[in-house]
């Protein structure tokens, strides 16, 4: 079992570029989600997706962000453009059936994400 | 467990002693508590999960009790080794509230060799 895929795993960055995260979520699994983690909030929840469809993007902090999930194996998460207070670790994770029967997600490494 | 703060609470144990970290939490609409272990550079992993209609719920070497009276949560791990030295976070589920699954702040625990 490969996991859930995350890449880039590091990337360093300046102000005002695009980010791109990507993320290969765990096979046969139909729910994905996207956490940030900081020291000052924790792990917060920015979106999740059921079988392909957002379905909660309550989380986005603003228009910068930006997820999509074309297909059931491929997750992207952009921001544009960065900023200096988007640095973090960004979890991508995903789950079966989540809110059906599965309770359990896996997650990925993260992409440690610095913007300078 | 409110997610916020810089400071991360440390318990420190001796290895072969037991741990016990806790978690409070305050929506008494919460319906799975979940535990998951995070190691420094890695994502958290899951450990153990619970359901609001239970009290108790036991794995290897690990164990789960819920006070509900108290909005209360704890993990226990027996003989603690080396290798279980990690951040600890609890997370709840929330049914009516879209399913979200939010962490609390965290603990980390430090083994004493």
């Known amino acids: 079992d490969a996991g859930v895929i995350q890449s880039p795993r590091h990337e360093v960055t300046e102000m005002g570029q695009e980010v791109t995260l990507r993320c290969k979520p765990i096979?046969?699994?139909?729910?994905l989600f996207w956490y940030r983690q900081t020291m000052m909030r924790g792990l917060e929840l920015l979106i999740y997706f059921n079988n392909n469809v957002p379905i909660d993007d309550s989380g986005m902090p603003e228009d910068r962000f930006s997820a999509k999930m074309p297909n059931a194996s491929f997750s992207t998460l952009k921001i544009q453009p960065s900023e200096p207070r988007d640095s973090a670790v960004y979890f991508c994770?995903?789950?079966?059936?989540?809110?059906?029967?599965?309770?359990?997600?896996?997650f990925g490494e993260g992409s440690w994400l610095t913007v300078v | 467990g409110e997610s916020v703060g810089l400071h991360l609470p440390t318990l420190s144990v001796q290895e072969g002693d037991n741990s016990i970290i806790n978690c409070a939490y305050s929506n008494s609409a919460s319906d799975y508590f979940i535990w998951y272990k995070q190691e420094s550079g890695k994502g958290p992993q899951f450990i153990i999960d619970?359901?609001?209609?239970?009290d108790k719920r036991q794995g290897q070497r690990v164990t789960v009790l819920l006070n509900k009276t108290v909005k209360h949560l704890s993990l226990q791990i027996a003989a603690t080794q080396p290798g279980d030295s990690a951040v600890y976070f609890c997370a709840e589920i929330i049914r009516s509230s879209g399913d979200k699954l939010t962490f609390g702040t965290g603990t980390r625990l430090a083994v004493r060799p």
């Open positions: 994770a995903s789950s079966l059936e989540w809110g059906v029967s599965g309770n359990t997600i896996y």
């Open positions: 096979s046969g699994h139909n729910s």
């Open positions: 619970i359901r609001s209609n239970m």
